[in-house]
């Protein structure tokens, strides 16, 4: 089946624009997770979703970045005022149920470049 | 402050040696942690995990040992193989705390023909 799908692949911004990161999970799967991911780093998680809820959001760095799931599938992550540190890749992630140890399924990653 | 380190950036082994990755936790609530494989332009792939009430894992070629006492675990590979080649990363989660993968910086294993 068709897995994790993320649009778009690459996004270029200037400074100060607001972005919208997409995240289509695999069908049938509750819980959602977005991750950024800066060079040379590991993906560091921002926000997890079960269902429509946002369950942990600890890990968005501020009040610019905001993220929605209103029908409990599709996933949007929101970034205001963008910034040059911003510039990474935004991975999504799922899985099946809210398990701790459920395997997190990613999506290929959207990389954001902010001028 | 890094909860989870990668202390090797890079890793070259020949094909049909062992490799080992290692990875080293500061958190003592991680219970459950994961290897991920992660090629270029693509998002991470799951590879194997194991739960902190046992101390070793296998799957094929791929065995994931946990030193709990010593807050280590390491991924074994073998054979390697070339389309081996990939930047692996070591994951913690606390079960209780929540479902966020914590992740190290990352290891690039080259394996050579």
């Known amino acids: 089946g068709a897995g994790v799908s993320q649009t778009p692949s690459n996004k270029v911004t200037e400074k100060g624009k607001y972005v919208e990161l997409r995240c289509d999970p695999i069908?049938?799967?509750?819980?959602l997770y977005w991750y950024r991911q800066s060079l040379g780093q590991g993906p560091e998680f921002l926000i997890y979703?079960?269902?429509?809820?946002?369950?942990?959001d600890s890990g968005l760095p501020n009040d610019r970045f905001f993220a929605v799931r209103p029908e409990g599938s599709v996933s949007t992550l929101k970034i205001q005022r963008t910034e040059r540190g911003d510039s990474a890749v935004y991975l999504c992630?799922?899985?099946?149920?809210?398990?701790?140890?459920?395997?997190?399924?990613f999506g290929p990653g959207t990389r954001l470049t902010v001028l | 402050d890094q909860q989870v380190k990668q202390n090797s950036p890079s890793l070259s082994v020949q094909e049909g040696r062992i490799s080992i990755l290692n990875c080293d936790y500061t958190?003592?609530?991680?219970?459950?942690f994961l290897w991920y494989k992660k090629y270029p332009a693509e998002g991470p792939t799951f590879l194997i995990s194991?739960?902190?009430?046992?101390d070793k894992n296998e799957d094929g070629r791929f065995t994931v040992f946990l030193n709990k006492s010593a807050k280590h675990l390491s991924l074994h590979i073998v054979p390697s193989q070339p389309g081996d080649s990939a930047v692996y990363f070591c994951?913690?989660?606390?079960?209780?705390?929540?479902?966020?993968?914590?992740f190290g910086t990352g290891t690039q294993l080259k394996v050579e023909l």
């Open positions: 992630a799922s899985t099946l149920t809210s398990g701790g140890t459920d395997t997190q399924y």
């Open positions: 069908s049938g799967h509750t819980a």
């Open positions: 979703f079960q269902g429509t809820g946002a369950a942990d």
């Open positions: 958190n003592s609530m991680f219970d459950y």
């Open positions: 194991i739960s902190s009430i046992k």
């Open positions: 994951a913690a989660i606390s079960t209780g705390g929540g479902n966020k993968l914590t």
